[in-house]
């Protein structure tokens, strides 16, 4: 089966930067999309991004455009989110979310996917 593993969050002041990591097992091929939510408390899951592992392509909301990226590693099977300048209001669990995608050159709808295997999250605190 498929399993990621999130790491890279923590503790961060206001303005402040992480990079989270999101490491994929158990499917060896290129042909996916890895998609980044993150969830507040007492809020709805928040789809952030998402990127095709075959080339790269990448996509970002536009509630986080111009702080938040989303690369890959072709070396690894890690996808990262970089997390810059960041506010209190991004202080979230963040997930990453696998789905198999047999056109990985096609489109990214990063929104409208199904993403079938998830991380367990790893914790986002900002701090003044």
């Known amino acids: 089966d498929v399993q990621l593993v999130e790491s890279g969050g923590g503790l961060v002041q206001t303005g402040g930067s992480l990079r989270l990591s999101c490491e994929v097992s158990g499917f060896p091929y290129h042909d996916y999309i890895i998609g980044w939510f993150r969830q507040a408390p007492g809020k709805e899951r928040e789809m952030l991004g998402c990127?095709?592992?075959?080339?790269?392509?990448?996509a970002v909301t536009d509630s986080v455009k111009g702080r938040f990226t989303i690369s890959s590693d072709s070396a690894k099977s890690a996808v990262y989110l970089q997390l810059n300048n960041l506010e209190f209001e991004d202080a979230a669990v963040y997930y990453c979310?696998?789905?198999?995608?047999?056109?990985?050159?096609?489109?990214?709808?990063?929104?409208?996917?199904?993403?079938?295997?998830w991380g367990q999250g790893t914790q986002v605190t900002v701090s003044s």
């Open positions: 990127i095709s592992r075959a080339d790269g392509r990448a």
């Open positions: 979310a696998f789905e198999w995608e047999p056109e990985p050159l096609g489109p990214l709808r990063c929104l409208s996917r199904s993403y079938d295997y």
